[in-house]
């Protein structure tokens, strides 16, 4: 993913920047390089009556175990193949080639994240608090795409103003939401009569303050730039839900918007919030509606590394009638910004006509 082209200069769609601290680079000749890194995320949890009699569960988990590996042919032409542990075996994350035209227009092509909200293109060594905690408001990488929210298509992306107006445009196979539709080869084979038009997905981004150049984003600096910006996304899919009970057109869009601000003797705060709207057509009720979240966090250092205490609040209420909330509290400890943290969590899930759900975690992360 996004640590793999730390070690990539000159290399515009690495301008992801500071993502990616880890990794190691090694050259093969005049502006070839092979890069290589690893990342993984490991946690214990105590989930409220989980356990086979009611009690508490005590569960050790790998959440993450991540290789990344990267290749550069020439100053505009490279490459990321990118693998996920999903518990069970090691599965593709990441393959695409990547064409750097310039800062402006840059084009992928391959397996990757199509353009969404901030949270899905953070992701969970990259956001605020960390781990897996998009699915309640944020259902893009919970729903959509192949695995881990990853899809096949071609997205085009670029900087504009000074690296201040990001954007990025996709077509994508689409389908396969993870929300009981069905793919377009299974839906075939079921004999649905359905059109097979690619997904559409783009993404809109103004920054006021510090640019945020490249792609794949990050949903806290950790102090390391000053933020204010508002991003839009949007997907659309024509029978982009396919099931045996109907078929639907398939719409989403949302609204972020996030401010870190640095105060000095290393301390920043941050606030993020963003607002989601999604349509299966009235075909899956469960997983259209409305939803929204908010969260903050105050980042100050210690002895060694930094600690940054976090709130977040979640919501989504779908038009089936059943509205998903989900509070979080925690801290991070960290220690080498994305590369070494470990973390605490207490959350709380409430689901409509189903008693609350607490856990505590805590988990470790590290990259290279």
Not at 278 to 290: A, F, H, P, R
Not at 304 to 331: C, H, I, M, W
Request: proline share 3%.
């Amino acid at each position: 993913m996004k640590a793999i082209w730390a070690g990539l200069p000159g290399l515009a769609l690495a301008a992801a920047a500071m993502q990616a601290q880890a990794g190691a680079t090694i050259p093969v000749g005049e502006d070839k390089s092979v890069s290589v890194g690893f990342g993984m995320r490991y946690s214990y949890s105590r989930l409220d009556n989980a356990a086979p009699d009611g009690s508490h569960s005590n569960d050790f988990n790998l959440d993450s175990a991540r290789l990344y590996l990267g290749a550069k042919l020439s100053k505009d032409i490279g490459g990321m193949l990118n693998t996920e542990w999903d518990g069970d075996r090691i599965k593709v994350l990441d393959a695409a080639g990547q064409f750097a035209i310039s800062p402006e227009l840059n084009i992928w092509a391959g397996r990757m994240l199509s353009p969404s909200d901030r949270a899905n293109m953070a992701g969970p060594y990259y956001s605020l608090g960390g781990g897996y905690w998009a699915g309640v408001a944020s259902r893009y990488g919970y729903n959509g795409g192949i695995f881990r929210g990853r899809d096949d298509g071609v997205t085009v992306w670029g900087n504009l103003l000074g690296g201040k107006l990001g954007y990025s445009v996709g077509a994508f196979e689409g389908h396969t939401f993870g929300i009981g539709s069905m793919t377009d080869d299974e839906a075939k084979a079921a004999g649905i009569k359905a059109s097979d038009k690619p997904m559409y997905a783009g993404r809109l981004q103004y920054d006021f303050w510090d640019a945020e150049p490249g792609y794949y984003g990050t949903g806290t600096y950790l102090g390391a730039k000053d933020i204010l910006a508002i991003g839009v996304a949007g997907r659309q899919q024509k029978d982009g839900v396919l099931t045996l009970a109907g078929i639907g057109d398939y719409r989403s869009w949302n609204a972020d918007f996030l401010l870190e601000k640095r105060l000095g003797t290393g301390s920043a705060v941050s606030l993020e919030a963003a607002y989601y709207d999604y349509d299966t057509g009235d075909v899956i009720l469960s997983e259209q509606g409305n939803a929204w979240s908010a969260g903050a966090g105050y980042l100050f250092p210690i002895a060694r590394g930094s600690l940054q205490p976090y709130v977040r609040f979640q919501k989504f209420s779908a038009d089936s009638g059943f509205d998903t909330r989900q509070e979080d509290a925690g801290v991070n400890w960290i220690i080498d910004g994305y590369n070494a943290q470990l973390g605490a969590l207490y959350s709380r899930t409430k689901i409509t006509g189903a008693d609350h759900q607490s856990k505590f975690v805590v988990a470790l992360q590290l990259q290279y």
